[in-house]
């Protein structure tokens, strides 16, 4: 099936440095990768739609200067957390649909546990 | 305002027994609806979805139901077995509106006792 890679798996960052955390989909191509984002003991929250060769599309209240998304390929979609704090520690998923399939054609990555410290 | 809701935050069930695990929705409009397992640390996996035109769809020890007019959906587990213990959440999309994003609730951790 379909496999969304998600790197890295945890990161524990700097208060005010920047953090990046790619999502490939592995053995199919994906115009359109979503981005969540999970508080403890909350739902997953999504934060933006990243379209390949296009501008990202946030959600409200979601600030897309904080979190840069690139999609420069069919394969690969990056999250960029620039000036991190501490209040952006969180558990960061991407997902990505294989429009071969439908149903289960959701595929999400593993998840970022990202640490400001 | 919440719109997939899961009003249990956990559900504890003996082996061998029947897991039911709930969802609400208020956007009468989704038309498409997902239940996927979570380990701490790990993205979702999916474990089975049904779409708006049916009311029951079934894959092995999985069964979902869908009452469109309760807006209502639920996720049967039979038998429970100790590695379904996990959080389980409830998705929903708006596939004819061309739209492929979900709307997750806030999951139900379901713990299956030996």
């Known amino acids: 099936g379909a496999v969304v890679s998600q790197h890295p798996s945890w990161v524990i960052c700097k208060s005010g440095t920047s953090v990046k955390i790619e999502c490939r989909s592995l053995d199919f191509q994906a115009t359109t990768m979503f981005w969540y984002r999970q508080f403890p003991k909350q739902s997953l929250m999504l934060m933006a739609t990243s379209n390949e060769g296009s501008k990202a599309t946030y959600e409200q209240g979601v600030e897309k200067d904080k979190f840069l998304i690139n999609h420069a390929s069919l394969t690969l979609s990056t999250l960029t957390v620039t000036s991190a704090h501490p209040e952006d520690s969180s558990f960061y998923i991407c997902?990505?649909?294989?429009?071969?399939?439908w149903g289960d054609g959701y595929t999400f990555g593993s998840g970022t546990r990202l640490t400001v410290v | 305002d919440q719109q997939v809701k899961q009003n249990s935050p956990s559900l504890s069930v003996q082996e061998g027994r029947i897991s039911i695990l709930n969802c609400d929705y208020t956007?009468?409009?989704?038309?498409?609806f997902l239940w996927y397992k979570k380990y701490p640390a790990e993205g979702p996996t999916f474990l089975i979805s049904i779409s708006s035109i049916k009311d029951k769809n079934e894959d092995g020890r999985f069964t979902v139901f869908l009452n469109k007019s309760a807006k209502h959906l639920s996720l049967h587990i039979v038998p429970s077995q100790p590695g379904d213990s996990a959080v389980y959440f409830c998705a929903a999309s708006l596939t004819g509106a061309g739209s492929y994003q979900l709307t997750f609730g806030k999951g139900t951790k379901l713990s299956v006792i030996p």
């Open positions: 997902s990505a649909r294989d429009l071969r399939a």
């Open positions: 956007n009468s409009m989704f038309d498409y």
